[in-house]
């Protein structure tokens, strides 16, 4: 069984701090993804990566995939209250063959205080 | 686009009743998955389809059944309910492709009681 950690499982932080969470794996991915999801709703997608050292941006969101493509970070600058939720990475396994299957991570639940 | 849309939003099940949670979904998308989480334990894979007529099992899968008639509808059974099948259920989509990212709906929340 292949697992994806989550770190830190918990964050609470201040309006307008920076924070960065982190996604690791033992095996290597053929893509990666982080969703945010929010209490009562489903996960939303947020960003895909499948290069190794790709980094892509989304407002002020980073995303980085690690050079071997065993794990990725998601910074985020100037957080804000509506960042508030569960952050989720989920990566396909590199099996030599289509899996067609995701691995979650477990989360980081973040809080934003105003 | 409505995306992927859950029947019933909530639900309480009393022990070994059945019932059907439905999901469609409206992107045309080949793969669709159910899932369940449960607090602190991220998402676990019950079932998943790469298209009509193909279903396979995912990572706990006892308890329940699926079907893929057409390419729009993935309903998941659960057949004598028992306390273990309360959880907050995800129907997900996603197109072909080696990424396999997905596209989820609402969730049912279930309670077995």
């Known amino acids: 069984t292949q697992l994806l950690e989550q770190s830190p499982q918990f964050l609470s932080i201040q309006e307008g701090e920076n924070l960065t969470v982190y996604c690791n794996s033992s095996s290597v991915f053929s893509s990666l993804q982080w969703y945010r999801q929010e209490p009562g709703e489903g996960p939303v997608l947020l960003v895909t990566?499948?290069?190794?050292?790709e980094v892509k941006k989304l407002k002020r969101l980073t995303f980085q995939f690690g050079d071997a493509r065993k794990d990725s970070s998601l910074h985020i600058t100037a957080a804000q209250p509506g960042d508030t939720g569960l952050y989720l990475c989920a990566g396909a396994y590199d099996s030599g063959g289509s899996n067609y299957k995701l691995t979650f991570g477990k989360g980081t639940l973040l809080t934003v205080n105003p | 686009n409505a995306g992927v849309t859950q029947t019933p939003k909530f639900r309480i099940l009393k022990i070994g009743q059945s019932m059907t949670l439905q999901c469609t979904q409206d992107?045309?998308?080949?793969?669709m998955y159910w899932y369940r989480q449960d607090p602190g334990m991220g998402l676990k894979l019950i079932y998943y389809s790469v298209g009509a007529g193909i279903t396979d099992k995912g990572e706990v899968p006892n308890g329940y059944n699926v079907s893929r008639s057409t390419t729009e509808d993935f309903p998941l059974r659960l057949e004598l309910a028992a306390p273990s099948q309360t959880s907050v259920y995800f129907c997900a989509s996603g197109p072909t492709g080696y990424t396999y990212e997905q596209y989820f709906g609402p969730g049912t929340r279930l309670t077995v009681t």
């Open positions: 990566v499948v290069t190794g050292g």
């Open positions: 992107m045309n998308h080949n793969y």
